[in-house]
Structure formats: structure tokens, C-alpha cells
């Protein structure tokens, strides 16, 4: 029979299921029945309770699960012979009238809307590259010292410096008052490296062991704690401990301490830019895929289901509910996800299934589905960061998840590369600091 099909608004659409009753009743009989063989019952030896029983306690549970299954199987057959492509679950609701011996119900529901993919060649997409230099091997190689440096204690009659390790006791106060997190006793922290906010940086430098400062700070605007953001506080800082730092000595035996197995300066400098040349790979193509899948999105016209977003939504709040459970954050799993934390959330979920369904339209009418030649020398590369490749090859290739990670990453690779082959293509060479700080 002919399925009618009825549309509403854009991609939603209805149509009507109709059941026979019997049919409803005939399984639920069945299945009332194979369950009355295993159920247990107080005064009732196994297999031996009356139906009647099992009908009243278990009838309408049975009952809803056969009218799902039934609905479920009758969309699904229903679908498939009008040749639709579901987007989403489908809200079914009975109707008010139904023929006697049927049940109708209404079937309501979203459909994958057509893409429309403009001209590429009319996008313009700027293209990343850049290069590893011998001052950024420069700085990695004074950074391995530095995770090698040791510490010694300073005199008293010594002032604090750059680069020196100070404990500190310190008390801030906003407007004559104590806040949150502006007190604390043997803080300890490294001067110049950026983890104080540069005033206070600058006012313990020049203090000795035992020396108590007074001064004002002007917390950001864009401070990350909100309660003290764009407001200035008063800060007492005594100083209690100086050390000094003392970097390892780029000699053979630091050399070798690394892995380098001969010793040489030059070996290291070598895996260095190995390593260095690896990562800016990395980091250039996911900003030219970035920027290639921003193309994308610009140059495709589509309606985006509403249900797809919900979904999205829905995983992204989860998404958060589980990082608040992570960091420790009591009954985190079972608070409800606050509404305008959903409704922000709903412009990127938008953006993610948009993006989703025209990459996806793609690798379907090009031919960009991952090759097992670009799966095994995805997995290869990646493999070379690590102290043996070979294990890290077959952790991959043992397990269907990871390799459908993999293949997914491969994909979306495609997915650039036939975009950027388009495009109107801006190059634009990014030094190498700009670039590992973006």
C-alpha cells in the first residue's frame, strides 16, 4: 500500500500509521504467556502462576512494549517504501479516531535535507605554513634544561631576581576586605615565567628573606576569577625563601640523559627538529582544515534538522555534566543541566551537525571515504612521537574503535584537502612562535 506522506514546514514531515488491533493483542498474549513460565510469585510453585496474575501485574508494561516495537517496525517498513531519510527519532501520537479494529496513529518527524554545495572557487581560504628555525630549537633546548634544573637556597642578605624560586606568604584585600582565593602561606612560584600577573611579578622582585611589601594590583577585566575581575586589590607580601636556579650544563652526559645515544650536541639538536618539524605538521594541517572546513560551511546552502541540533545539544550538555563530575564537583551527574547552559551550547551544536551533514554529503558524492593505505600511514606518523613505534602500531590496529577515531581523522583530511584543491587559495606564512602559540 501506498504511503502518504504529508509535509509541514521545511524538512518536517507526517504521515499515518495504522496497527490492527488484534495484532497488538495477539503478541502481548504471546509474550503474557512465555513470561508466565519463568515469573515467581509468593504461594505459586514456578511456572505455575495464574494468568490472571501476570496480566494484572505485568499486562501494561508488556502491552507498551509491543505497541513500540510494533510502531517502530511500521515507521521503519513505512519510511524505507517512501524512501525517506530519517533525521532523528519520530514523534508518534494516536489519533483521536480510528477504525474499528485498527489503531491509527501520527507520525511526525524530520527528514535530511538536500545540500547544495556553490561554486568553491569563489571561497577565499588562507593557507598556513610554516617552518621550524634554529632559534626554536634554541629555546626547546634551554626548555629540556629547564625541566632539569635544580634549586639552591640564597643568602639572606640576597635580593630576589628573575628566574629565581620565591615562597611567599601573601594576603589580598579588596576595598579593606578579604576574598576568595587572595591569601595563602608558603606560595611558591618561579619569577618571570608568567605564572603571577606581571605587578605582582614585579613588586617581589628586589625583596629579601624576611621583608614585608605593600602594594596595589589591578586585576584584568578578562580575569579568570570573575569576583575580582577589573578591580584593584591591596596586596602584604613576606617574603620567607630565595632560591636560585641552576641549569644543567649541555654537555655529553646531559645529552645522553635525553635518549641521544652518542652524546653530540648536533644528535640532539637533530631529534629536536625532528620532533619540532612533527608537531608543526600537525598543528598546520588542523588549522588549514579548520579553515578549510569554514569554507565549507560558508559555501553550503541547507536546512538543518531541528532534531539533529536537540541531539547535539543534549550530548554537548552531557559533555559538561561529566567534566564538572571529573573535577569533583558534588552530584554533578544527577543536577539537571541548567537551561541557558543548553541555550548556549545550541549555536556550536547547530554548527557541528551543519558541518556534519555537508562533509558527510561529500565524502558520499566524491569518493572520500579513508583509504587502508592512509589509515596505515596515519597511524605510522602518529606512532613516530612515540619510544616504540611498533607497539603504539599494533594498539591501534587491535582495537575498532580507535580505528574508527583514525578513520574519521583520515576523512575529515580529505574532506580539506578536496576543498583546498577548489578554493581560492591566500598563502600566508606564520612564524614558527605564532603559530605554537595560537
Do not use: C
Amino acid at each position: 500500500m501506498a504511503v502518504t506522506v504529508e509535509t509541514l514546514e521545511k524538512l518536517e514531515r507526517r504521515m499515518t500509521l495504522t496497527i490492527a488491533a488484534t495484532e497488538i493483542s495477539n503478541e502481548v498474549e504471546s509474550r503474557l504467556r512465555k513470561l508466565s513460565r519463568t515469573v515467581k510469585a509468593d504461594g505459586f510453585r514456578p511456572g505455575k502462576v495464574p494468568m490472571s496474575f501476570v496480566t494484572q501485574r505485568y499486562g501494561y508494561s508488556v502491552e507498551y512494549e509491543v505497541l513500540n516495537d510494533k510502531l517502530g517496525k511500521a515507521f521503519a517498513a513505512a519510511a524505507n517504501e517512501a524512501q525517506l531519510r530519517v533525521a532523528g527519532t519520530p514523534k508518534i501520537t494516536p489519533k483521536d479516531q480510528s477504525a474499528e479494529g485498527l489503531l491509527t496513529f501520527d507520525a511526525t518527524f524530520e527528514v535530511y535535507p538536500e545540500i547544495k554545495l556553490n561554486d568553491l572557487s569563489e571561497i577565499e581560504v588562507e593557507r598556513v605554513s610554516s617552518e621550524v628555525t634554529d632559534a626554536a630549537i634554541d629555546r626547546t633546548v634551554d626548555i629540556l634544561r629547564k625541566q632539569r634544573r635544580t634549586f639552591a637556597q640564597r643568602p639572606a642578605v640576597e635580593y630576589a631576581e628573575e628566574t629565581d624560586r620565591v615562597t611567599i606568604d601573601f594576603e589580598g584585600k579588596i576595598d579593606g576586605e578579604p576574598f576568595s582565593g587572595g591569601k595563602a602561606e608558603g606560595f611558591q612560584f618561579l619569577i618571570g615565567e608568567g605564572q603571577m600577573l606581571e605587578q605582582f611579578d614585579s613588586a617581589v622582585r628586589g625583596m629579601k628573606v624576611g621583608e614585608s611589601k605593600t602594594f596595589p594590583l589591578q586585576f584584568p577585566a578578562d580575569y579568570h576569577g570573575k569576583d575580582v575581575a577589573g578591580k584593584e586589590a591591596d596586596f602584604l607580601v613576606t617574603m620567607r625563601k630565595i632560591e636560585a636556579q641552576h641549569l644543567p650544563t649541555l654537555d655529553e652526559a646531559f645529552v645522553k640523559s635525553l635518549g641521544i645515544g652518542d652524546g653530540s650536541q648536533e644528535a640532539l639538536r637533530a631529534d629536536v627538529r625532528k620532533n619540532l618539524e612533527r608537531e608543526v605538521r600537525f598543528r598546520v594541517l588542523a588549522r588549514n582544515k579548520a579553515a578549510a572546513m569554514e569554507a565549507l560551511v560558508k559555501a553550503a546552502e541547507l536546512d538543518v534538522p531541528k532534531a539533529l541540533v536537540d541531539g547535539e545539544v543534549e550530548r554537548m550538555g552531557e559533555a559538561a555534566r561529566e567534566d564538572l563530575k571529573q573535577r569533583g564537583v558534588k552530584d554533578a551527574d544527577k543536577a539537571p543541566i541548567p537551561p541557558d547552559m543548553l541555550a548556549l551550547f545550541r549555536p556550536q551544536a547547530e554548527r557541528r551537525v551543519r558541518l556534519g551533514l555537508v562533509v558527510g554529503d561529500l565524502v558520499r558524492t566524491q569518493n572520500l571515504q579513508a583509504r587502508p593505505d592512509q589509515l596505515q600511514a596515519h597511524i605510522e606518523e602518529l606512532s613516530q612521537s612515540y619510544e616504540k613505534p611498533a607497539e603504539v602500531l599494533r594498539w591501534y590496529l587491535s582495537d575498532r574503535q580507535r580505528m574508527a577515531e583514525v578513520e574519521a581523522v583520515v576523512v575529515e583530511n580529505n574532506v580539506a584537502d578536496y576543498v583546498l584543491a577548489r578554493a581560492k587559495i591566500v598563502d600566508k606564512p606564520l612564524a614558527f612562535d605564532e603559530l605554537m602559540t595560537a
